[in-house]
Nanobody, 126 residues
């Protein structure tokens, strides 16, 4: 059973940057494909970015492509999301997710993920 804990959220001005992290425990992270999702107030949770177990493949939602970067440090059991050029519409609770993977691929459907963190709040002020 993998436990995921996000951190690094906070309040930032539009145009600013924030780097959020997800610390994993209870499993060997290199066996897991991982992703970031977010949920804004009154909206459904949506896909943000995904990364393969080795970090060799990444995929982004169109809304964040070119502004956000997903990465991972398996030796540190940590997933990252570097967010640049933040916009007010990026305001949401950000969740990391993980699933065992044997294919080397990535996943953008939340139903494909088995483990979830509790979320970290990101607020972008205009």
């Amino acid at each position: 059973q993998v436990q995921l804990v996000e951190s690094g959220g906070g309040l930032v001005q539009a145009g600013g940057s924030l780097n959020i992290s997800c610390a994993a425990s209870g499993g060997t992270l290199s066996y897991y494909a991982m992703g970031w999702f977010r949920q804004a107030p009154g909206k459904d949770r949506e896909f943000v970015a995904a990364i393969s177990r080795a970090g060799s493949s990444t995929f982004y939602a169109d809304s964040v492509k070119g502004r956000f970067t997903i990465s991972r440090a398996n030796a540190k059991a940590t997933l990252y999301l570097q967010m640049n050029s933040l916009k007010p519409e990026d305001t949401a609770v950000y969740y990391c997710a993980a699933r065992l993977d044997y294919t080397g691929g990535y996943y953008q459907d939340e139903n494909d993920y088995w483990y979830w963190g509790q979320g970290t709040q990101v607020i972008v002020s205009s």
